[in-house]
């Protein structure tokens, strides 16, 4: 049976790269009728992108998973530096990401262009970002890790609470956000359970 973390860290990236997809069509669907309740549902998404992935997911890759395996399998040492270093070019992205989406909203439809452009550079960006992690690392980390860094690893992901991975412990503090984000989200996310096809190894 592989690692406990590896599960987890493929149903995290499973759960974004959902929202990432639901993001990508709500802003496709654009506010229409009803401005109020889109833009509450993109914050609220860019929300959970940097609150959850880059303060939880993010920082145990760096800390407890990334070290380990560059050290086991320097092959892939420089590929690692790579992702490591895109962990912090990330979070600069959702913070931009937020900034513009608030312009587009107080500012009106003339700011619509530079954060659709961004949200598809961002999206993009990440989705590739994890399927190098999916396709490269975790085979190199499953290789030749030891059941002593396994350990680690798993007891640090054991403690991520994110409020979309199903079956996994989730912090009351999240539940508005996990109900605001699978009732009002495009179907593309199932509400606890994100779909499978929305993995990124699955995505071009």
Known sequence: MPPVSLQII???HASLAAVLQSLRGLVDEGPGDHPARFFDMARAMLFY?????????HPKETEWLFPRVARCAPHVAELIARLDSEHATGEAMVRELQHLLLGWELMGEGRRDRFVHALGRYIDFYLEHMRLEETVVLPAAQAYLGTEDWSMVDAAFASNANPLTHGRPRDPAY??????IAIRAPRTLVPGSPRRDAQPASVG
């Open 49 to 57: 992108i940097d609150e959850f992935p880059e303060r939880q997911h």
């Open 10 to 12: 493929r149903e995290e």
């Open 175 to 180: 539940d508005r956000l996990f109900t605001r």
